[in-house]
């Protein structure tokens, strides 16, 4: 997932993008609240930290300013102001958390993770699909208590699956949330993961679950039972073998 870091302390920022970035997230930085509204205008972002004393005004403001326009893109306040009333102003601003600095780097990580996950509506950090679960805060997977054996990158897409669970996601938003922009490789590559995830997840198991491919338009993980038919998308489905076979990637580029 990708993270707009706002804030104009340069060491602070690339404390915040370390950290983020072995956390498992991508990033991209503000030093402002103009460019800081620019970046959420052209990038995709999936959540806010930002600072509140900003050159160019109070925070409070921009997150005032992100709710009006870009609500519900979760948002942590991350100050050295550790007053009761400037939390209280953040928090009523629109800000979903607030940590004063200085921060424990997990601490963060756990803070930033918990107000994304009630963003999409899961209050526990795990979440189960069928006999799947998806352990969000330790980065793992497993069907019926087995860990499945993932690549980096194959997790990272079971992860924005389970996050968004039932939601259609095209392979842009995989690609954002893969490489943030940063080198991305041809669409096609969302194809060869999803087709290796599936292969992992079903011979570990998986039941009363499945990432469906709606066509067209993207993946789906839903919740399945034993009498659901394929849907008509299923059926028209790309046979991913022959894809992958006819790819000319280096896969090994990109699966770890």
């Known amino acids: 997932m990708n993270i707009l870091i706002v804030e104009d302390d340069q060491i602070i920022s690339d404390a915040l993008a370390l950290i983020l970035k072995e956390g498992g997230y991508n990033s ?18 999936d959540g806010v930290i930002l ?3 900003l050159p160019d005004g109070d925070g409070t403001r921009l997150v005032r300013l992100i709710r009006k326009i ?45 107000i994304m996950r009630r963003t999409h509506g899961h209050a526990s950090s795990i979440i189960n699909v069928g006999n799947l679960e998806i352990d969000l805060n330790k980065h793992f ?20 699956l389970s ?6 996601l095209n392979k842009d ?53 034993n009498n659901n038919r394929p849907a008509e998308s299923d059926i028209n489905e790309l046979n991913l073998d022959e894809q992958e076979n006819q790819l000319e990637y280096d896969l090994s580029n990109f699966t770890n």
């Not at 991209?28 to 972002?45: G, H, Q």
């Not at 194959?154 to 924005?160: A, F, K, S």
Request: glycine share 8%; net charge positive.
């Open 141 to 160: 997977a497993a069907i019926n208590d087995v860990p499945v054996s993932l690549t980096h990158k194959e997790y990272q897409i079971l992860h924005l």
């Open 70 to 114: 870009y609500n519900p893109v979760p948002i942590l306040v991350v100050s050295g102001n550790s007053s009761v009333d400037q939390r209280i102003n953040a928090l009523g601003a629109g800000a979903d958390g607030y940590l004063t600095k200085p921060f424990n780097k997990h601490e963060l990580l756990a803070h930033l993770g918990a």
């Open 173 to 225: 938003i995989f690609l954002s949330h893969l490489y943030g922009g940063i080198d991305e490789p041809e669409s096609k590559i969302i194809d060869v993961f999803i087709c290796k995830l599936r292969k992992k997840l079903e011979r570990s198991g998986l039941k009363d679950a499945q990432i469906q491919t709606i066509w067209g338009q993207g993946y789906v993980l839903r919740s399945t039972n």
């Open 51 to 53: 600072d509140l004393n």
């Open 28 to 45: 991209f930085r503000a030093s402002d609240i103009n460019s800081a509204l620019n970046e959420m205008k052209y990038s995709n972002a």
């Open 163 to 168: 996050v968004r669970k039932g939601a259609i």
